[in-house]
């Protein structure tokens, strides 16, 4: 068992531009809106560099940001776990087309751009954050494989850790082919030591073959479907309702993660 | 730390498909750098191709997962008995226990790159073979490799560019040492494909010759193409004297540029600084250190200056090689190939110079091995770096 305080909380999503502004919808006890997803642009990061940073970076980071004034905690010393179902979409689509077209002329600053740890290198530009950073990917379970990988680092290395799970949406032709329909991001901020004012205590296992919690809102629960990041939900609907509870979370084929959250406020 | 077991591992790269191979070279300092003549590319490069990899065939259940990259990794795992060495590992604590971690850059988007030029003329579309989770997403050299190897534990991509499959080893540490998994497989797959080539080459960081790592003459990188993967577990108690150990691992981020690394190696140093922490280890304890050394100008000095800086008074007498003129650079796979590298270098005695350097770069602080050295060390630094500022340093040795 893997356990973790819960000390900040960020989420940009449709129609949920902030936790504390999304928190009520998702508990319940306000109507869910669903509007486009805006993308904030973040703080920090020097206009040259903001100027070469895509959707997705500006979602990551962003949400990132989130969570860490929410937790009130220090940026540059934190450990970071960065966890995408995919890269930018949109880079990846137009370097593509390049190097279908007659001259491959690839932008450097697309191609460097391209990589999947783009968010975690500009986090670490923006907040000057010199510790480790992983960029993970699990495909439809991006979110529990960097929640177990953030938990892993809290309870072995007893470190304060940072999560970041986002994901855009890829254009056409690609779409079809991976129909996310919007972009949606969550982040915590998670430490071994309870500290003044924890959100919650979480507890993490693996659990063989359960099936992940469903949403009852019919509009959440398409949202927890369509993109991996909102695999999320069933955890923040607990947080939002400050509820002890358990959850179990999508992971991989045969491989679910249950959440225990406790001493929740 | 506490040390982990590499109960096996294997490699495949350019210069040989499988230890036996990849020793030999090593042993002749042969570099597997040829010509790029792959796929439709009209660069003037250099390239480390794999030969053969286009004849593999997956598993008939697994076709979905038909690409490149996987079809390189299948290469791989079929070499020195590491399937039935993760089969074992899977008999004895059961797949649900036994975790994957690998990491990859680009994982299978050749086969996308090249399903954009057979899109449909009326409606855009890409044809209807193509399928996204089964080899463009990164995830799906891990689901391939799961599948293959019938594992059930937790299991993820790293994507951290150049240092994905040093990563890896850290992911697997925390995940033995939390108790969730009692064995891993460990490793890293990259191939060759048009976004590195033509993107590395906008940023004017590839070389028109071989790549000669740490050359005064230095000018670029030549790209590779490798698999690499290691089965760690805890360690028994006792262990022949030639087993391999994972003893330290140190990460850290640059906080300086997204493709330009930290110019006096800061966050270098610090991943090496923390590897030797963590295996309790001091820079004198270091026989043999494998640099990142990837041949570009900015590269080689800034870890130069890292390593200069780490052993510092004893910096005259560690010895250190870059392998990538014999490999190519293999990116998301280099972690892991270098890791495997050290694994032959402590169980054969043989500090490999590095190929193709010349006229070594006289700013250096340490000794750079352009010959081949054969004498009985007991530990070894692997250095991974890339873009983002993502470092990471493994420190492997002998039981004994």
């Known amino acids: 068992m893997l356990t973790a305080y819960l000390q900040g909380v960020g989420l940009i999503g449709p129609g949920l531009p902030d936790w504390r502004t999304g928190a009520p919808a998702i508990a319940g006890g306000e109507p869910y809106t669903p509007q486009p997803t805006v993308i904030p642009v973040p703080e920090g990061l020097p206009p040259a560099e903001r100027r070469r940073t895509g959707a997705t970076v500006k979602l990551a980071v962003s949400v990132a940001q989130q969570a860490v004034t929410d937790a009130g905690i220090d940026p540059e010393g934190l450990p970071a776990v960065f966890s995408s179902s995919g890269g930018d979409g949109l880079i990846c689509h137009e370097i593509c087309q390049t190097l279908a077209s007659a001259d491959r002329q690839v932008s450097p600053t697309r191609f460097h751009n391209s990589v999947h740890n783009a968010a975690a290198g500009y986090w670490s530009l923006a907040t000057g954050a010199t510790a480790a950073s992983t960029a993970l990917c699990a495909f439809d379970g991006s979110f529990a494989a960097g929640l177990l990988e953030a938990l892993a680092l809290v309870t072995v290395d007893r470190q304060p850790v940072l999560l970041s799970a986002y994901e855009t949406s890829y254009p056409e032709p690609l779409r079809a082919t991976r129909p996310l329909p919007d972009s949606f991001a969550v982040a915590l901020v998670l430490t071994p030591a309870a500290g003044p004012n924890p959100r919650a205590r979480l507890a993490v296992s693996l659990r063989d073959g359960a099936t992940a919690d469903r949403l009852s809102s019919p509009q959440l629960e398409a949202l927890r479907a369509a993109l991996p990041a909102a695999r999320s939900l069933p955890l923040l609907r607990l947080l939002a309702r400050r509820e002890a509870g358990e959850v179990v979370l999508d992971y991989l084929d045969g491989q679910r993660l249950a959440v225990e959250v406790r001493e929740c406020r | ?400």
């Not at chain 2, 030999?24 to 990899?53: D, W």
Request: aromatic share 6%; glycine share 10%; hydrophobic share 40%.
């Open chain 2, 1 to 400: 730390m506490t040390p982990l077991h590499i109960r096996a591992f294997t490699a495949t790269s350019c210069i040989g498909r499988g230890l036996p191979a990849m020793l030999e070279s090593l042993r002749a300092q042969r570099s597997g750098l040829m010509p790029c003549n792959f796929e439709t590319v009209t660069l003037e490069t250099y390239v480390g191709e794999v030969p053969g990899v286009d004849d593999v065939r997956l598993p008939a259940e697994l076709r979905r997962f038909d690409c490149r990259n996987n079809r390189l990794a299948q290469f791989g795992l079929e070499e020195d008995g590491f399937i039935d060495a993760v089969s074992a590992s899977v008999s004895r604590w059961g797949g649900r226990r036994v975790g994957l971690f690998l990491g990859t850059s680009t994982s299978g988007i050749l086969d996308t790159e090249v399903a954009y030029r057979q899109r449909d003329p009326a409606t855009g579309a890409l044809p209807a073979s193509f399928d996204y989770a089964g080899t463009h997403n990164s995830y799906s050299l891990a689901a391939y490799v799961r599948a293959l190897l019938e594992l059930e534990g937790p299991s993820a991509v790293v994507s951290s560019a150049c240092s994905s499959s040093a990563k890896v080893f850290g992911s697997a540490r925390r995940m033995i040492a939390a108790g969730l998994i009692d064995a891993a497989v460990v490793g890293g797959v990259d191939s060759l494909c048009l976004t590195t080539l033509y993107g590395f080459h906008s940023l004017q960081l590839v070389s028109r010759n071989p790549c000669k790592p740490f050359d005064v003459a230095r000018d670029g990188i030549s790209i590779g193409e490798a698999a690499a993967f290691a089965l760690i577990e805890r360690p028994p108690d006792s262990l022949d004297r030639d087993a391999i150990l994972l003893l330290g691992i140190g990460e850290s981020s640059d906080a300086y540029h997204m493709s330009s690394p930290h110019p006096e190696g800061c966050g270098a140093r610090a991943a090496m600084l923390q590897a030797l922490a963590t295996a309790g280890l001091t820079p004198q304890d270091i026989d043999y250190v494998n640099l990142h050394g990837t041949g570009t100008p900015s590269n080689d000095s800034a870890e130069g200056k890292a390593v200069a800086a780490v052993f510092a008074d004893r910096a005259a007498a560690v010895a250190a090689s870059s392998t990538k003129g014999a490999t190519g650079h293999t990116l998301g796979a280099a972690g892991s190939v270098e890791a495997v590298i050290c694994a032959l270098s402590l169980r054969h005695g043989l500090l490999p110079g590095g190929a193709n350097t010349r006229q070594v770069d006289a700013s250096l602080g340490f000794e750079y091995l352009c010959a081949n050295r054969q004498r009985p060390i007991a530990r070894a630094l692997s250095n991974s770096f890339g873009f983002g500022g993502s470092n990471c340093a493994l420190v492997l040795g002998r039981a004994c």
